[in-house]
C-alpha cells in the first residue's frame, strides 16, 4: 500500500487519484480557516511556490473536527485561501481525520506515521495543555491531534515523517531540501 492507493474529492467536489502526484515528494496537511495555526497558509504556499519546480505538491484537506474551525463550505473555504492566503496548491474537500469517519488516506497516514506529540517543541505546551482539558483521549494514541498536522511522503508514495501542528513549515524546509535533493 501507498498513498497512490487513495482517492479524494477535490475542493470542486471531482474524484481525484493520488496516483496523479506519483513521483511528486507531498506534503498532506490537515487545514482550516478559523484556527490560530491558519497563517501557517502563507509558509505552506511559500514552501510550495519554492518547490514546485522540483517536485513538491502540499495538498491540502479542510477539517471541521477541532474545535468547529472549519465551518465553510468548500467554495467559501476555496475563497477565503485564495483571498487571504492565495493557495495555489491542490485543496481537497471537507474530511474527518479521526474517528469512525475518519477518510481512508488519513487512517493510512495515522497507521504509517503514529506521531509523537513532543511537549518540548516550541508552542507545544499551549496545545498540550488544550488537548488535556478538552481533548484528552487523542493524547498518546495516533490520532490527529489538531488543525495543521503534517505528512510527507516520499516520491514512492511512503509516509516518511509526521509534523504536529506546531511545527511550522519553514521548520520543514531542511527536510524538503534534503528529499528533493
Same mark, same amino acid.
Given at each position: 500500500?501507498?498513498?497512490?492507493?487513495?482517492?479524494?474529492?477535490?475542493?470542486?467536489? +471531482?474524484?481525484?487519484?493520488?496516483?496523479?502526484?506519483s513521483?511528486?515528494?507531498?506534503?498532506?496537511?490537515?487545514?482550516?480557516s478559523?484556527?490560530?495555526?491558519?497563517?501557517q497558509?502563507?509558509?505552506?504556499?511559500?514552501?510550495?511556490?519554492?518547490?514546485?519546480?522540483k517536485?513538491?505538491?502540499?495538498?491540502?484537506?479542510?477539517?471541521? +473536527?477541532?474545535?468547529?474551525?472549519?465551518?465553510?463550505?468548500?467554495?467559501?473555504?476555496?475563497?477565503?485561501?485564495? $483571498?487571504n492566503?492565495?493557495?495555489?496548491?491542490p485543496?481537497?474537500?471537507?474530511?474527518? $481525520?479521526? &474517528?469512525?469517519?475518519?477518510?481512508?488516506?488519513? +487512517?493510512?497516514?495515522?497507521?504509517?506515521?503514529?506521531? +509523537?506529540?513532543?511537549?518540548?517543541?516550541?508552542?507545544?505546551?499551549?496545545?498540550?495543555?488544550?488537548?488535556?482539558?478538552n481533548?484528552?483521549?487523542?493524547?498518546?494514541?495516533?490520532?490527529?491531534?489538531?488543525?495543521?498536522?503534517?505528512?510527507?511522503?516520499? &516520491?514512492?508514495? $511512503?509516509?516518511?515523517?509526521?509534523?504536529?501542528?506546531?511545527?511550522?513549515?519553514?521548520?520543514?524546509?531542511r527536510?524538503?531540501?534534503?528529499?528533493?535533493?
Amino acid at each position: 500500500m501507498s498513498v497512490y492507493d487513495y482517492q479524494a474529492k477535490s475542493i470542486a467536489g +471531482q474524484d481525484r487519484s493520488l496516483k496523479d502526484f506519483s513521483g511528486k515528494l507531498l506534503l498532506i496537511v490537515n487545514v482550516a480557516s478559523k484556527c490560530g495555526l491558519t497563517p501557517q497558509y502563507e509558509g505552506l504556499e511559500a514552501l510550495y511556490k519554492k518547490y514546485q519546480d522540483k517536485g513538491l505538491v502540499i495538498l491540502g484537506f479542510p477539517c471541521d +473536527q477541532f474545535g468547529h474551525q472549519e465551518p465553510g463550505t468548500e467554495a467559501e473555504i476555496e475563497q477565503f485561501c485564495s $483571498v487571504n492566503y492565495g493557495v495555489s496548491f491542490p485543496m481537497f474537500s471537507k474530511i474527518e $481525520v479521526n &474517528g469512525a469517519g475518519a477518510h481512508p488516506l488519513y +487512517q493510512y497516514l495515522r497507521r504509517e506515521q503514529p506521531g +509523537q506529540f513532543d511537549e518540548s517543541t516550541p508552542g507545544a505546551e499551549r496545545l498540550v495543555g488544550h488537548l488535556k482539558k478538552n481533548f484528552p483521549e487523542l493524547l498518546g494514541t495516533d490520532a490527529v491531534k489538531w488543525n495543521f498536522t503534517k505528512f510527507l511522503v516520499d &516520491g514512492r508514495g $511512503v509516509v516518511v515523517k509526521r509534523y504536529e501542528p506546531v511545527v511550522t513549515p519553514d521548520q520543514i524546509d531542511r527536510d524538503l531540501q534534503s528529499l528533493l535533493g
